[in-house]
């Protein structure tokens, strides 16, 4: 089982940013692609970002491009996602998840049901 652990959650401003992170002590993501997610209160989680991890091919959800960039650190098995310009309606619980396959296009791996582990999620609150 793949644990997976977000941290950087926070409380900002509108126009403010912030920088997820997930990592899986003492695991690899070579294996897996990798995504976020997000929840509001009364929604349901929808797709942010996501990276392959051996290739580096990304794919974001419309709402947050040019805003957003998921990226990796190798060295350190660590995914990151980074959230400038951050609006109220980014307020949410963000979630770290992770596919196992090795895909080499991402534009239909957006659904919660198509990745097997979670993490348990990251509040970022936005004010305005």
């Known amino acids: 089982q793949l644990q997976l652990e977000e941290s950087g959650g926070g409380s900002v401003q509108t126009g403010g940013s912030l920088r997820l992170s997930c990592a899986a002590p003492g695991r690899t993501y070579a294996n897996y692609a990798m995504a976020w997610f997000r929840q509001a209160p009364g929604r349901e989680r929808e797709f942010v970002a996501a990276v392959a991890w051996h290739v580096g091919t990304t794919n974001y959800a419309d709402a947050v491009k040019g805003r957003f960039t998921i990226s990796q650190d190798s060295s350190k098995n660590t995914v990151y996602l980074q959230m400038n310009n951050l609006e109220p309606g980014d307020t949410a619980v963000y979630y770290c998840?992770?596919?196992?396959?090795?895909?080499?296009?991402?534009?239909?791996?957006?659904?919660?049901?198509?990745?097997?582990?979670w993490g348990p999620g990251t509040q970022v609150s936005v004010s305005s």
């Open positions: 998840a992770a596919y196992r396959g090795l895909p080499t296009e991402l534009r239909n791996l957006n659904t919660p049901p198509q990745y097997q582990h």
